[in-house]
């Protein structure tokens, strides 16, 4: 088990004292100046990142719908346009100048019928797939909450699905626990179970708690600390996985409970 955290827990240095490897969460990096990538920003983290010898992975820009995320980065994978994928390869590239090994997708929204919406993320995530292949990064499409129903792969039979679809050794799943115990509604056995199917694909896993029960804000997407929630996370035992467990979690204070949390579990 590698231990890691989200960079938008706390500044770089910061993080570094404390994990193993860090997700670089590009959305809030300020790698882009609007829709531009600016290189003099990405030589700045390149400079730092080789100061520190640390593993690192990117999440990708996606469909953000907080008021702070920017809505030039906004990606919908199932409704892309020469614009959103231009963005998405430069992630996938950048991802290869950085040395991150794993880039983190999310899977797209429900516009119009649910199966054209899901063939056309599949369609969209093998031309994805083909650009991480050249650049030899593997994405991770990451399970949705289903308290939001216009989200595509909340599910483990869908998640499965849009792998299969992609047919990629490239393409491979992000287990989110947050999200998969949104999906089942706090139901453990629900949350193990999905867990158990779709263990022999994952490559990244985030952790984060909440109560399993929509609220007003996020859908009840709350990236609490683990603890804080109802998350029951011997279920990580299933995954039978010894890669990077990222904490996604808002603050160093988290991070440091979710450490606890995890080495508890080796």
Do not use: W
Not at 11 to 21: C, D, G, I, T
Not at 29 to 50: A, F, I, M, P, T
Not at 141 to 168: F, H, P, Q, W, Y
């Amino acid at each position: 088990m590698i231990i890691g955290a989200s960079s938008f827990a706390a500044p770089l240095p910061e993080l570094r004292k404390e994990v193993e490897s860090i997700e670089l969460y590009i959305p809030k990096l300020g790698l882009y100046s609007g829709y531009r990538l600016v290189k003099e920003n990405v030589d700045k983290l390149h400079d730092l990142l080789s100061t520190y010898s640390i593993p690192t992975s990117i999440h990708a820009p996606y469909f953000g719908e907080t008021p702070k995320y920017p809505v030039e980065l906004v990606v919908d994978t199932a409704h892309m346009g020469k614009t959103q994928f231009r963005i998405m390869e430069e992630n996938i590239s950048l991802a290869h100048e950085l040395g991150s090994s794993v880039v983190v997708v999310h899977p797209g929204k429900v516009r119009g019928g649910r199966e054209s919406s899901f063939m056309q993320m599949v369609e969209n995530l093998r031309q994805l797939s083909a650009k991480a292949g050249d650049c030899g990064v593997v994405l991770g499409l990451e399970n949705k909450e289903g308290t939001d129903l216009a989200n595509l792969c909340c599910t483990a039979e869908e998640l499965l699905r849009a792998v299969e679809e992609v047919n990629s050794r490239f393409l491979r799943i992000t287990f989110d626990t947050g999200h998969a115990n949104l999906t089942y509604g706090g139901d453990m056995g629900g949350l193990r179970g999905f867990v158990k199917k779709i263990s022999d694909h994952v490559v990244h896993v985030h952790v984060h708690d909440n109560t399993g029960t929509t609220d007003e804000k996020y859908f009840g997407d709350m990236h609490f600390a683990p603890g804080e929630g109802n998350i029951d996370f011997t279920i990580l035992r299933e995954l039978h996985f010894d890669g990077v467990y990222n904490l996604e979690v808002f603050s160093i204070e988290d991070v440091r409970k979710g450490k606890v949390m995890l080495k508890s579990l080796m």
